[in-house]
């Protein structure tokens, strides 16, 4: 194709110049040859060519001819020949050729095409004619000397300029040479070209070098081609010329090869006009073979962000760019280097396209990159060109590599920010594929990869044009509207980004995003949040740029609140909040003169707004505690105008006190269910003229209201709801803060203020009262600890000690009401908890019913009050259980060990949706010291009033709500991810406030309180370690206290749990968060080393891994033990020498498996949780431990075999931690474990040398014999669990065996016989042992355990062909026999019930054992037989022979 295409080129060039006038002479001395021409007008030359019919011109016009070309050239060969002066004539001829092209002009028409002579018939000439020279080029006769003649002629015009009409004398003279029918020297050609090239300028060298390949024969392209190379070397501009003319050679493998590294070598000093053909032909040059080699060193060269403008010449072009200066215009050089960047990627794109080995080694070669800054732009473009073309399927690769990447955090942010700022011009070309993967990342179940999909998104908006803006919103709002929770969260969250960023451009799809209000239905409170905050931002915003869908945002908002439904008045709260956040938000000043607050007819707009959703929330608690709820939201999280600010703080402080305050009289009015009492003043001097909160009467009131027909006069007092006090109190502190810079001097009587409750001893008899008294009670108990949590909320950052005591004092009281509330929850059965977090499903009447049930369920089996939520099986039943069903197992514990009496109580932990949310700033309270036992007893109360201290059962409970709000914030995405089924809102019910801040907040938060909790955590040390010197190293001494045992050891593992939950934070690993995180480093190891330079992350690692292991000592109970292996391993990963650590963290898991654990009360720690503690810290001993196999076996020889001996309630002296209770839990983790290592082991190759082969057959001898001793214990240990186990894992490791293992028993079987034997010996007693389980199993018929035989018995029989395949390998065929392997049971006792069942029950008896011990000569073999059937417990051995016999003699 590309030869033809030149030709005709030449041809057209040829053709359009035939007209051009003559020139004059150019010079004296040409002026004379032509005269002398003149003269000797009839030479042969003129002669013999007019003869043949050709007639030449001398006044510039072209040459006509009258023959055809072919009748020409054999009458020239004619006349020549029979020529008498014959061969001499010849040189005659070209000597008057010569004279003839003396003149310039008859020379250039001698080049140019011929013309049919006029007269005569015109069919017998051609239209198209050669030029005469070429004509004549074309009888073999005279070629060479033709050929000779004008390769002297080009050096005259060498320096020329391009002639008239653009004509080049010497590309014309090399034009005449292409595509001759035969070259008849070409060799001598070749050789004379070339001298031409080394002498000639640039643009003729160019000219002679693209045309080689037309010119010379194949037989001499090889040698033309290492010329080229040569001159490569020596000559960069010629580049493009010359690889132009390799690509066209055909060229041996290897010298094309050699090429290709020449090449590839100068990639670095190749111009950046000439670097797409550079890359064409290192790709198009690859064969299969090497294709991956190539396109690695390719990538590693071609380093495209050489080729863009510096950053400085960018900035300044963008800063034209905005002032709307034509840019393209005054920046060519811009436009070069992308053109240059589109043609390389192009030159790729075709690559990747036609060669299949091309795209996979594309793949490979980004695949290799280990490091993210060895990463280069060119590995995103290419990713991008393989999803655009996927030609051979190579969409689907790039996808997997790409999030391969993205995973391993090798492909960041900061490369993709590179690519769409200096390539936004080349990637336009592949936004379908970038929107696609963006698509697909942003969809992903993997949390490490949905930012990443965001980032391209925003990106893509960013830097391309108008439509594609169209595209990106569009694309995000589909997410929004699929419902998928991560999906939907994280494209609000970018849509919000680019109304914030990128206002003007969004404003034109601000109908797009509306689009979204008719899917609401999916998305949840905080979602609707999102959604109303960026609608509202367009059309209500500063500049208003959506205001064209204002109208519509008002009629929705409208709709939802006139409705009576819960869930669409919630969504209208919500809105309606979020509208008012957007309208009455502060505005900067514009101009001087200009004043910056609100209009008059803004505010009456939102001041109207804020009454109709007040009016339309008054008839239901719910609607009215969620508008003060998400109004406190708006005033925490925006600047309102002062205006507005003032009139809502106005109104909250006045409908507070109206509704929630009276003042205290010397009696309490009304008639009540309880006796009114006021509790928990703590304003000591004003025993009168107090104010209290009046919670009892008002709930009585709404108890009596409950069930009357409502009427108009009672709206009044419903909306005086105690649901309200929390919420409204929450409202009023925040406009407080706000307006008065965070003092709350104007409330600061609410912290100390009494409640009318009444007295809780009540609580002790709640059995004797009536279902309504209990609730009410209930009830009673949760507004009051609701109201106490938003109280320490509101006043836990004020720096007065005063102050201080009394939030201190009001956690006491939480702590304590929550013993009464256990007390009474437990003797409430089918109770339903008043709400507290309003912006969940929970407010839907459905869904409340269904709670009903849940707890019923829950409470009617107090003892196994666990299992009973799991058990139903209704939609929302377990709403509020569901998302703290892990907690409750881990922390049950904690709140239990609070009740002075032991009562089957029920945990609060399942009530956690039902408690007010407590704010991050609460935590600070934890900066308090620890107020201890031996503190007070020591100061005499003394120190009490000066010093602000934390109770252990305040330090508890403030752990474990910051346990669960790390764990919803920090912990990995999968573990929040919905269910198939309608969970999704429960699991952030409790945190609505917690996930308005990032993750990155929460984590700074973090470690801010790190030094806090490390002190809390040296406390616990001290007070197990002072416990331990009084009683003489006993735990449970007479001088322990096992309430408050219990309450230090539960507030160690929750500060281990803590720091577990912070350090594992994946966020960590991003690159803009490592000065955050040796930030936290350095707060632990400056607990050990004071001061210091700046220390690296490995040295921090290693001081906070040595501070941590101090703790080691005074570890209470193995669960607490388990989080500080926990906690050392998670460290231990940051960096740093990771095989010390790895020793350490296993020497400390064999320390804690190595001791006795007791409670408090003396008896020994078991149960689930001990069991489940056990597994964990098991599992890290094997996966820490330098050999797992001798760890393997160190337990089976000394602690089975120690426990086999003692005693029924004893356990194992070296491992007391093995017991016959936990022999089940030991069992599995070391079969687990050892079916890894096995996995682990290399497998076997041919090219291992003997020393290689002894080593894997050692440690194959080695994981045998435990697997042996592993089996056997089956015979003791029989119970059903541990059958399965090790049907299970026997199994896995015998099919790891036959993968890894027998390939090595195949190549050292002839160096190695012994060892092998004896392999293969051990091996088989256990795989008879497996088959006898497989028999036991069958007889017991249990489905649990047969479900494992099928799978079981394949592997077994694959083996026995194995081994039989390995030895015909090794030419042994006849060592191998097979026997008929009788059914038995675990004892060995044959299974006689099967006799009778004939040969019927093959099946039964497929799992034939080979033996393969020695090879002793053909003769000895019976013999040999014999003795190894009576070893292996057999009656009777069938030889091969026989096999064919009925299974059924083998019994007889």
């Not at 006769?141 to 033709?146: D, G, S």
């Amino acid at each position: 194709m590309m030869r033809k295409k030149r030709r005709s080129s030449v041809e057209k060039v040829e053709g359009t110049s035939t007209v051009t006038k003559a020139k004059k002479s150019r010079s004296n001395g040409r002026q004379s040859k032509g005269a002398v021409s003149k003269e000797t007008n009839e030479s042969v030359f003129d002669v013999f060519v007019r003869e043949a019919g050709v007639t030449l011109k001398r006044d510039g016009t072209s040459n006509e001819i009258a023959v055809d070309q072919v009748v020409f050239q054999r009458r020239i060969q004619q006349q020549l020949q029979k020529s008498p002066r014959y061969p001499g004539i010849m040189q005659e001829f070209i000597a008057g050729l010569e004279v003839y092209i003396e003149d310039p002009d008859t020379f250039k028409n001698c080049l140019l095409p011929c013309v049919p002579q006029s007269e005569g018939d015109p069919s017998s000439v051609s239209s198209f004619q050669e030029s005469l020279l070429r004509v004549l080029l074309g009888s073999e006769m005279l070629q060479t000397l033709i050929i000779n003649t004008l390769l002297e002629k080009l050096p005259e015009f060498m320096l020329d300029s391009t002639g008239d009409g653009g004509l080049s004398i010497p590309r014309m003279i090399i034009n005449q040479l292409k595509w001759l029918d035969r070259v008849v020297d070409s060799k001598e050609l070749a050789v004379k070209l070339m001298e031409l090239v080394s002498v000639a300028p640039v643009e003729v060298q160019r000219d002679i070098i693209t045309s080689l390949p037309e010119i010379l024969e194949d037989s001499q392209h090889n040698d033309i081609a290492k010329e080229l190379n040569s001159l490569l070397q020596e000559n960069t501009q010629l580049t493009v010329p010359i690889l132009d003319a390799l690509s066209s050679l055909s060229l041996s493998s290897s010298l094309l090869t050699e090429v290709r590294g020449a090449v590839m070598a100068t990639l670095a000093a190749v111009q950046l006009e000439d670097l797409p053909v550079v890359v064409k032909f290192i790709l198009h040059s690859v064969s299969a073979s090497d294709a991956c080699e190539v396109v690695s060193n390719l990538r590693k060269k071609l380093d495209l962000e050489q080729c863009v403008l510096p950053p400085v010449l960018q900035a300044s072009q963008s800063r034209m760019k905005s002032k709307g200066a034509a840019v393209s215009a005054s920046t060519p050089a811009a436009a070069s280097s992308q053109n240059s960047v589109t043609l390389i990627l192009d030159c790729i794109k075709s690559a990747v396209r036609f060669q299949k080995t091309i795209s996979e080694a594309w793949l490979k070669a980004i695949e290799s990159v280990d490091e993210a800054e060895d990463h280069k732009v060119v590995d995103l473009l290419v990713l991008f060109i393989l999803h655009s073309t996927n030609a051979n399927q190579s969409r689907r690769g790039a996808e997997r590599v790409l999030k391969l990447k993205v995973r391993n955090g090798l492909i960041q942010e900061a490369l993709l920010q590179r690519t769409f700022r200096d390539y936004a011009q080349v990637m336009r070309g592949y936004f379908p594929s970038i929107l696609a993967i963006a698509q697909s990342l942003l969809r992903s179940p993997d949390p490490c990869m949905v930012p990443f999909g965001g980032h391209v998104y925003r990106h893509s908006f960013t830097a391309f044009d108008s439509y594609c803006h169209q595209e990106v919103v569009g694309s995000l709002v589909t997410h929004v509207c699929s419902g998928v929770g991560g999906e939907v969260d994280v494209a609000l969250e970018l849509l919000c980004g680019l109304v914030t960023e990128n206002p003007s451009e969004m404003a034109p799809y601000a109908v797009f995003v509306k689009g979204i209000l008719d899917y609401m239905d999916n998305l949840t409170p905080q979602q609707i949040r999102r959604l109303f905050h960026l609608l509202s931002k367009l059309a209500f915003g500063q500049q208003q740029q959506g205001s064209h869908i204002q109208d519509d945002m008002h009629i929705v908002i409208r709709k939802q609140l006139s409705s009576t439904v819960p869930k669409y008045k919630r969504i209208g709260i919500i809105g309606a909040v979020m509208i008012v956040g957007s309208m009455g938000a502060s505005r900067p000043k514009v101009k001087e003169s200009q004043n910056a607050s609100l209009s008059q007819e803004t505010v009456r707009q939102v001041t109207a707004l804020l009454e109709l959703v007040k009016s339309s929330s008054e008839s239901s608690p719910e609607a009215a505690a969620l508008y003060y709820d998400e109004l406190a939201n708006l005033i925490w999280s925006s600047t309102l105008d002062p205006q507005v600010q003032e009139m809502i703080g106005r109104s909250v402080l006045d409908d507070f006190q109206d509704d929630f305050v009276v003042d205290l009289g010397p009696d309490i009015t009304g008639s009540f269910a309880f006796p009114a009492r006021v509790m928990y003043n703590l304003e000591e001097e004003e025993s009168q003229g107090g104010i209290a909160i009046n919670l009892l009467p008002l709930m009585s009131k709404e108890v009596q209201n409950k069930g009357e027909q409502q009427t108009q006069s009672k709206k009044s007092q419903l909306r005086a709801s105690p649901l309200c006090l929390s919420p409204f109190f929450r409202l009023l502190r925040l406009c407080e803060e706000k307006q008065h810079q965070g003092d709350l001097e104007e409330i600061d009587a609410l912290l100390g203020c009494p409640l009318i409750l009444t007295d809780m001893d009540v609580v002790e008899k709640v059995e004797s009262l009536s279902k309504a008294e209990r609730e009410l009670l209930c009830s009673l108990l949760f507004h009051t600890i609701n109201w106490f949590r938003e109280v320490v909320n509101a006043f836990c950052k004020q720096k007065d000690t005063e102050m201080k005591m009394k939030v201190m004092t009001r956690l006491q009281n939480i702590t304590y009401l929550q013993t009464l509330l256990e007390r009474a929850l437990a003797g409430t059965p089918g109770y339903v908890p008043p709400l507290s977090n309003f912006d969940g499903e929970s407010t839907d009447g459905i869904a409340l019913g269904s709670t009903v049930a849940a707890n019923k369920a829950k409470k009617d089996g107090k003892g196994k009050k666990r299992k009973a939520p799991g058990k139903n099986t209704s939609e929302g039943s377990s709403q509020p259980e569901e998302g703290t069903e892990a907690d409750e197992t881990q922390q049950e514990q904690p709140e239990k060990e609070k009740e002075k009496e032991f009562r089957p109580a029920v945990s609060l932990t399942a009530y956690r949706a039902f408690f007010r949310e407590l704010d991050m700033e609460v935590l600070s309270v934890l900066q308090c010291g620890l107020l201890s036992r031996s503190l007070l007893d020591t100061e005499l109360h003394t120190k009490v009033r000066e010093e602000v201290l934390l109770g252990g059962a305040e330090l508890v409970f403030l752990l474990e709500d910051m346990l669960q709000k790390l764990e919803f914030s920090l912990t990995a995405a999968p573990a929040k991810r919905a269910p198939f089924l309608k969970a999704r809102a429960d699991k952030s019910v409790g945190f609505s406030h917690l996930q308005q801040r990032s993750s990155k907040d929460i984590a700074s938060c973090c470690i801010q309180l790190l030094p806090a909790l490390c002190t809390h955590l040296e406390n616990c040390h001290n007070h197990f370690q002072t416990m331990l010197s009084e009683n003489n190293g006993v735990v449970d001494g007479p001088a322990t206290d096992v309430q408050e045992h219990q309450l230090m050891s539960s507030g160690y593992q929750l500060l281990l749990q803590v720091l577990n939950t912070t350090f594992s934070w994946s966020g960590f690993s991003q690159p803009g968060q490592r000065s955050l995180l040796k930030k936290a480093l350095g707060v632990l190891a400056g607990r050990l080393k004071e001061g210091g330079a700046e220390l690296t992350l490995e040295q921090l690692v290693k001081h906070s891994f040595e501070y941590l292991l101090n703790f080691r000592s005074t570890m209470p109970n193995l669960s607490t033990a388990l989080c500080l292996s926990q906690l050392l391993s998670t460290v231990s990963e940051k960096g740093g020498n990771s095989a010390a650590f790895r020793e350490q963290t296993a020497s400390l898991a064999r320390r804690f498996l190595s001791q006795v654990w007791v409670t408090a009360s003396g008896e020994r720690e078991r149960g689930s949780k001990f069991n489940e503690a056990l597994h964990t810290l098991l599992s890290i001993y094997l996966e820490h431990a330098d050999d797992v196999l001798k760890a393997v076996e160190e337990i089976t020889g000394e602690g089975i075999t120690e426990l086999l001996d003692a005693a029924k309630d004893e356990s194992s002296a070296s491992w007391p931690t093995l017991s016959r209770q936990t022999f089940l839990v030991f069992y599995k983790v070391l079969m687990a474990e050892l079916e890894k290592a096995a996995r682990k082991i290399p497998a076997g190759k041919m090219s291992d040398n003997t020393e290689a082969q002894s080593e894997k057959l050692l440690t194959w001898n080695l994981a045998v014999r435990d697997f042996h001793v592993m089996v056997n214990l089956v015979k003791v240990f029989d119970s059903r669990p541990v059958l399965i186990v090790c049907l299970k894992y026997g199994r896995l490791f015998l099919e790891s065996f036959l993968k890894l293992g027998m390939p090595l028993l195949d190549y050292s079987f002839k160096r190695h016989k012994e060892d092998v034997q004896s392999l293969l010996k051990t091996f088989q007693l256990s795989t008879r042992q497996l088959h006898h389980m497989c028999g036991h199993s069958k007889i017991q018929q249990d489905t649990s355990l047969t479900n494992h035989v099928p799978a079981l018995k394949k592997s077994l029989e694959l083996f026995v062909y194995r081994v039989k395949a390995m030895l015909a390998l090794n030419n042994c065929q006849e060592a191998f026999w097979i026997g008929n392997l009788k059914n038995r049971n675990l004892k060995g006792e044959e299974i006689l019930s099967q006799r009778s069942q004939g040969s019927d029950d093959d099946d039964d008896d497929d799992g034939e054992e080979e033996g393969n011990r020695g090879l002793p000569p053909p003769q000895e073999q019976s013999d040999d037989e014999a003795q190894e059937s009576e070893s292996e417990g057999m009656k009777k051995t069938n030889r091969v022979e026989d096999v064919d016999q009925d299974v059924t003699d083998d019994s007889d």
